[in-house]
């Protein structure tokens, strides 16, 4: 799994995907735009969501619970990174959220 930090995840926000693994009461808290949100506990039956062929930036929180969902997406045949710090530090930079 390979870690990016919150500013390489911003330049590549618009051509890559992002998924946001948080939980609903997490997201209410602001996420990345044009985020996909699915919960970590929904992925396996919503893996059809994303787009095999587009590099995937996971975000969590901390960046925990997206290291291992990083590592699950490149186990099934994604190119999946993880983004260290998570949306603690995606906020704490003043980046931009929804």
Do not use: K
């Amino acid at each position: 799994m390979s870690e990016i930090d919150i500013h390489n995840a911003d330049r590549r926000r618009t051509r890559d995907q992002v998924l946001d693994v948080r939980e609903d009461f997490e997201t209410a808290e602001g996420m990345i735009p044009q985020a996909l949100h699915i919960p970590m506990g929904e992925l396996n039956a919503r893996l059809a969501e994303l787009d095999p062929s587009r590099p995937v930036i996971v975000v969590c929180r901390s960046g925990n619970r997206s290291a291992r969902v990083a590592d699950a997406l490149n186990q099934a045949d994604y190119t999946a990174d993880t983004m260290t710090g998570g949306m603690i530090a995606w906020q704490a930079a003043g980046l931009p959220t929804l």
